[in-house]
């Protein structure tokens, strides 16, 4: 069974305690989202993206393809230890945008969300169930490569992702290679951590509450490492809060 302890430690949304202390000390490098899948960078057109990420990077990302019924689609460079960073622009050839609309009004690459990876993803849905967190069901979903293979997995997204700030999870198809496998490049990923808190997902207990931090913004950083020399991303500003007890007074 899929443990609250395991899935804290694995697959918490918070960037906190169980992945990156928010006050690490300054001579200990922070640790990696162990399961993180990969980091969606939006930007309004994917060509433009493509060379924006090259001229941060030295690393020219290659096409991954469409998603079909969602209005996208992206590029891939490789991040390192399985990871990998997915450029996400509105793609041309289809008639509506319907997934992270934010991202054809950005004016610089930003993270607009992130994955992480599991093999239990329905335990996943059933313990944010469980926790009372709202989530969409499992979906499944597809895209063609340009060399013709189709890549399949299932995800699962928040009903509230704090504007990417909180990830989402997907579960890779066992005959599906993981896209990490051929990305170009040789990025690394360094650090990946919010700036301020961001609740943990699912709580850490029963009877809690998220409580707003005053006048606190968080906002996720990518530290990478490319060939042109390290580069920062950055996700869009959203209120710092955290988890307090229900019968906490309010602040």
């Known amino acids: 069974m899929f443990s609250r302890r395991t899935f804290l430690s694995a697959s918490t949304g918070a960037l906190a305690?169980?992945?990156?202390?928010?006050?690490?000390?300054?001579?200990?490098?922070?640790?990696?989202p162990a399961d993180l899948d990969h980091i969606i960078v939006g930007y309004?057109?994917?060509?433009?993206g493509i060379a924006r990420l090259f001229h941060l990077s030295g690393y020219h990302a290659a096409v991954g393809g469409s998603h079909p019924g969602r209005g996208t689609r992206n590029a891939l460079l490789n991040l390192g230890n399985t990871s990998y960073l997915e450029i996400l622009s509105p793609d041309p050839a289809q008639p509506a945008l319907l997934w992270h609309k934010e991202i054809a009004s950005l004016t610089e690459p930003t993270i607009v969300g992130w994955a992480i990876r599991t093999k239990e993803l329905d335990d996943v849905a059933s313990l944010l169930k469980e926790r009372g967190v709202p989530f969409a069901d499992p979906i499944a979903?597809?895209?063609?490569?340009?060399?013709?293979?189709?890549?399949?997995?299932?995800m699962l997204l928040l009903a509230d992702d704090r504007k990417g700030n909180l990830p989402f999870f997907i579960e890779w198809d066992a005959a599906s290679p993981h896209p990490s496998a051929d990305a170009p490049g040789g990025c690394l990923l360094e650090e990946f951590r919010p700036t301020g808190l961001?609740?943990?997902i699912p709580p850490p207990q029963a009877d809690m509450r998220l409580h707003l931090v005053p006048g606190k913004q968080s906002q996720l950083r990518a530290k990478i490492a490319g060939l042109s020399g390290v580069f920062e991303l950055a996700s869009i500003p959203v209120p710092s809060e955290h988890w307090v007890p229900k019968e906490s007074p309010i602040l």
């Open 17 to 32: 305690a169980s992945f990156l202390p928010q006050q690490a000390p300054p001579d200990v490098t922070p640790a990696m």
């Open 44 to 48: 309004p057109n994917l060509e433009d």
């Open 141 to 154: 979903s597809s895209r063609i490569r340009p060399d013709g293979q189709t890549l399949r997995w299932r």
């Open 198 to 200: 961001l609740p943990e």
